[in-house]
């Protein structure tokens, strides 16, 4: 039996799978998420360490065994600042936070973003960590001075468990890792003022880091001294592991908290626009080109509750509306921190248009699935899709909505096994950086196929070409209010 842990933003899942990869037990517990002012959002590390101890003992006592390997994936970005032993020097500042903005739109303005991007095919984002760095440099110099590490979320929980202070490439990708040697770049460093604070850094280990679980953790989990533990990749490269997207052209869709599109390549392309991420992945010369938009399944959430419904109801809401919401059209940009993919714009903002007082709570809802949809197909064209799309995430429990995304997608959508996906990515990285034998095809056979619909296809294509129209004229405006 093998024990895979996704800690997210606001949910740590434990499951665990036997050697066919099938889930014997999932658990699950909420993490709390702090806004002290607009647009800051941080997390208490022990918290979320607490979080993994009542997962880890509740999917184990549920399971009636012990695991023989562990496999930590997270959330990634943000900044954790961790003390010689893996303690919190602060709270961790979230992805999800904007209050560094400004610094990124002084990069953006002197050329910095260009320039990383073109580098390593990384643009960075108010939430990501060179930026977050930049401001804890300027506003509270004395949390950096006090910290050894300034690290990601798995990071922290690793150190935590087994006292090893590393990283992973895939982790490390965004923004100060050669996506080629794979180890720290000098000149983003230098570029982002932080060559001063390149101590901080956790080394970065190859496929991923790997060690024992200590007494004290051991203790804490209930599990035995000395299991292997191995932490890595971060969620978004471990969905993608977990859902069996092996071949370059292929496509990755997470509808959760944001929705995450991934294209693995084997070229690396620093054309186009600055936008998205680089992901190394376990396998050198392999990147997952990835485009996580702001908002997903959070949209959502916010309309159903300006509504008065609820997740339940969202099948039935989106069949009270047709095709093109009675031509309500939404832009949906509901992040505070704006937009990170398929282009950056931190002023980035929602809006629905067309309204009139006939519109329903069904079309406003249709509108946003709609629009969440469109970002999606966005996203992978900037990605450079060729292949079919494998989804995943809390949203693909709406029948509706994964007809929508087959529908605007105009291609054979295939539906990730279920029982959590990136526990069950961070689990075969585990095994194979462990020499285990296993089957990852048996692992990762999808559950089913969603085909589209050729006339839904053809009105979403019009609606598409639309929507990218409607992002042309009102990203002008953006610009035009700073």
């Known amino acids: 039996m093998y024990l895979g842990i996704d800690i997210g933003t606001s949910v740590t899942k434990a499951a665990v799978f036997d050697e066919q990869g ?23 590390p022990v918290e979320v360490l607490g979080s993994v101890a009542a997962v880890v003992r509740a999917a184990v006592a549920s399971s009636g065994t012990t695991p023989d390997a562990v496999g930590l994936t997270a959330q990634g970005d943000g900044v954790w600042l961790l003390d010689e032993q893996g303690h919190a020097v602060r709270p961790a500042i979230s992805w999800l936070d904007s209050r560094a903005a400004p610094v990124l739109q002084r990069w953006v303005e002197s050329g910095v973003i260009e320039k990383t991007f073109r580098h390593n095919g990384n643009a960075m984002f108010p939430g990501s960590a060179a930026p977050i760095l930049a401001w804890l440099a300027e506003n509270e110099p004395h949390s ?18 087994t006292g090893l202070r590393a990283t992973d490439a895939s982790d490390a ?52 001294v000395a299991t292997p533990v191995s932490a890595g990749p971060f969620d978004l490269a471990a969905c993608a592991l977990g859902s069996g997207v092996t071949e370059p052209g292929e496509g990755h869709l997470i509808v959760g908290t944001t929705l995450a599109c991934q294209v693995l390549v084997d070229t690396l392309d620093t054309s186009g626009e600055p936008a998205g991420m680089t992901l190394s992945t376990l396998t050198p010369g392999r990147w997952l080109r990835a485009m996580p938009a702001m908002v997903g399944c959070a949209a959502i959430d916010w309309v159903l509750d300006l509504v008065g419904e609820s ?50 709570k069904a079309d406003l809802v249709r509108a946003t699935c709609e629009a969440v949809a469109y970002a999606a197909r966005h996203c992978f064209e900037v990605a450079g899709l060729t292949g079919d799309v494998v989804m995943c995430g809390g949203g693909t429990r709406s029948e509706s909505w994964l007809q929508i995304f087959a529908d605007v997608l105009n ?43 050729s006339v839904r296809a053809v009105r979403y294509g019009e609606g598409y070409a639309a929507y990218r129209r409607r992002i042309e004229k009102t990203r002008a405006v953006w610009k035009e209010a700073s």
Not at 315 to 320: C, F, I
């Open 173 to 224: 990708s965004l923004p100060f890792l050669d996506p080629n040697t794979r180890i720290y770049d000098p000149e983003v460093l230098a570029w982002c003022g932080l060559s001063g604070r390149a101590d901080l850094l956790a080394p970065v280990v190859d496929p991923i880091p790997v060690a024992q679980l200590n007494a004290e953790a051991a203790e804490l989990l209930e599990l035995r």
């Open 22 to 44: 099938a889930a014997r037990s999932v658990e699950m517990r909420p993490n709390r998420l702090d806004s002290l002012r607009e647009g800051w959002f941080e997390q208490d």
């Open 411 to 453: 291609r054979p959508v295939r539906l990730a096994r279920r029982s959590e996906t990136g526990a069950r990515g961070a689990v075969l990285a585990a095994l194979s950086t462990l020499g285990r034998d296993f089957d990852a095809t048996t692992w990762t056979t999808p559950a089913r196929v969603i085909e589209p619909d």
């Open 144 to 161: 950096l001075d006090h910290a050894a590490t300034a690290g990601y979320c798995k990071d922290m929980v690793m150190q935590r468990l």
């Open 311 to 360: 997740h339940g109801s969202l099948d039935h809401l989106l069949a009270a509306s047709p095709v093109g919401a009675h031509d309500v059209t939404c832009l949906p940009y509901f992040s505070p921190a704006g937009e990170r993919a398929p282009f950056l714009e931190p002023r980035a903002r929602a809006s629905f248009d067309r309204l009139t007082v006939q519109t329903s």
